[in-house]
């Protein structure tokens, strides 16, 4: 869906001018991109900055993508175990970096499918949440953390409209079918979280919201000292 791809490039273009005027980003800069894949979206992030090559560490369940990253761009690549906590000791980042990562912290993968309490999701998901919100706060001094707001009306993971506010016994046979014939194969692994949710993972944190035709569409939390 082309005119999705579009929604959603002008706004990571939009994140990135965030990024880049509320931070201060130099040669001495270290930074976590957390979820980062092959770390090209940091690496736009971080387009025209004097930030070094060998102070950006991007991290991932996916090993191979992040040691891929890392012959790309010169990053350090951080293979991360599921569950296990950052391999980094505390503040030993200037800023942490997580975009659109901390709605998939939720039960284990290989049971995404499985779970149809959404009930048990929830609370394990924002048990998990909690946790890695919390390593988040250890190891960076400042952080930016931006995820997708639970009440836009069109679900970012699957693009269908109103997906996020079925009950997951409901959700789960509709994404299966959207599987067969759909734009996208969402997993559903996501707990997507609102305003208040977000603001006690990160009680120090400024609340930026993200609006697309006077919706909020992504929540961000901002601690920048």
Known sequence: MPFMRRISARARARRAELFRQRFVLDETTRILDLG??????????????????????????????????????????????????????????????CSSVIEHVTVPKCRVWKEFSGRRFREQALARQAEFAAEIRRVGRQYFVQTPYRHFPIEPHSWLPFVAWLPRWALLPVLRLAHFGWVTRPVPDWYLLDRGQLARLFTEAKMVEERFCGLTKSLMALKTS
């Open 36 to 97: 980062a894949e092959r770390g090209a979206n940091i690496h736009f992030v971080l387009q025209g900055t004097r930030v070094r090559p060998a102070n950006v560490y991007i991290a991932d369940l996916e090993g191979c993508s992040v040691e891929e990253g890392g012959r790309l761009y010169g990053y350090v690549a951080v293979p991360l175990a599921e569950g296990e906590p950052l391999p980094f000791p505390d503040g030993f980042f200037d800023i942490v970096f």
